[in-house]
């Protein structure tokens, strides 16, 4: 499975960004999508990580009431959509997928494949 994030820029604090992360994987449909960041200096960590069908299981309290994702079955994508972005938000972000959650949702472990990273950057 080869995932491709896309979206990241430079984008002044308070604005907004969408990212998006597809594959051409046939089994996307039953996928648990992930998306982390790492900010320089810290490690990764999950931001928020959505079901096949689409229900958010997790969202990090940094992003509550900011961000949210969702995904397009069809079309084999799922989006991280960012509002509000502080500086705060800076980091390289990254999409992962897995086909059964063996560990906590948060931890990088449980994601076999990954993709290759999207820097955004949130000017003050």
């Known amino acids: 499975v080869q995932l491709q994030a896309s979206g990241g820029g430079l984008v002044q604090a308070g604005g907004s960004l969408r990212l998006s992360c597809s594959t051409s994987a046939r089994t996307f449909s039953s996928l648990f999508m992930g998306w982390f960041r790492q900010a320089p200096g810290k490690e990764r960590g999950a931001v928020i990580v959505?079901?096949?069908?689409?229900?958010?299981?997790y969202a990090a309290d940094a992003v509550k009431g900011r961000f949210t994702a969702s995904r397009d079955n069809a079309k084999n994508t799922v989006y991280l959509q960012m509002n509000s972005l502080k500086p705060e938000d800076t980091a390289v972000y990254y999409c992962?997928?897995?086909?059964?959650?063996?560990?906590?949702?948060?931890?990088?472990?449980?994601?076999?494949?990954w993709g290759q990273g999207t820097q955004v950057t949130v000017s003050s």
């Open positions: 959505i079901t096949p069908s689409g229900k958010i299981l």
């Open positions: 992962a997928a897995t086909l059964l959650i063996i560990g906590h949702i948060t931890d990088d472990s449980t994601y076999n494949y």
